[in-house]
């Protein structure tokens, strides 16, 4: 919650140049006072933000989902509400992705020093392994724009368990990651607690499974 006013601002400060673009927030069912963040910064930007709330706690990439099925756009950018990704790099990736051609670009901080070791050796062979199973790029970022087409064209996100980087980098034409920067001090606590690290890795194994065996 302590980040949500922050974040829309430099949001709004990111997007000044652009006419046609909609901030889509969707609650997880979150216990703190973010609802009400959420619903006072609509009402001073009724326009511009659009408020979905879950019934229960689903995860990061079900609330994602909600937020595609309910976007209009052609492009779709991600970014978490912790500031640990920076808005001001969102024209650069918005850059990348329409002067190259691609559908589908991760910004990725080389050096992320203040991330601890556990989590950079965890989050560096997570991504090989699943370069190794799905034969997709090793690279991933919960920071990326894409092209609607994704998501709107595959059906894997419609199952109860689900990987959406590994959805997108198997139906993305070709792909790519710049580099940007990162903030070193996070505006809110991590929601990556070792209960949703291991629905991470159980929403990997059925997507590897239904993958597998989709044409059996």
């Avoid at 919650?1 to 927030?25: H, M, P, Y």
């Avoid at 009400?36 to 933000?49: A, G, M, Q, R, T």
């Avoid at 990651?177 to 990997?204: F, P």
Wanted: proline share 2%.
């Amino acid at each position: 919650e302590n980040s949500l006013v922050q974040l829309v601002n430099r949001l709004k400060s990111a997007f000044i140049d652009l006419n046609i673009v909609e901030f889509i927030f969707v609650d997880d069912n979150s216990k703190d006072e973010s609802w009400s963040v959420l619903n006072d910064l609509k009402l001073e930007n009724p326009s511009l933000i659009r408020l979905f709330r879950h019934s229960k706690n689903l995860g990061q990439h079900k609330a994602l989902r909600s937020g595609f099925n309910h976007s209009i756009g052609q492009l779709i950018i991600t970014i978490d509400d912790d500031l640990e990704s920076l808005p001001e790099e969102i024209p650069k990736l918005i850059r990348s992705i329409e002067t190259s051609n691609v559908d589908l670009v991760y910004g990725v901080s080389i050096f992320q020093e203040h991330t601890s070791l556990f989590w950079r050796i965890g989050s560096k062979y997570t991504k090989k392994a699943i370069g190794f199973l799905f034969n997709v790029p090793p690279i991933g970022s919960s920071f990326r724009v894409f092209e609607r087409g994704l998501v709107s064209s595959s059906n894997y996100l419609s199952y109860r368990y689900f990987f959406i980087d590994i959805v997108l980098l198997m139906f993305s034409v070709r792909s790519k990651w710049v580099t940007i920067k990162w903030s070193s001090e996070k505006a809110s606590a991590s929601g990556y607690s070792t209960w949703t690290k291991g629905l991470m890795v159980r929403d990997i194994f059925y997507t590897w499974l239904r993958l597998r065996f989709r044409h059996l």
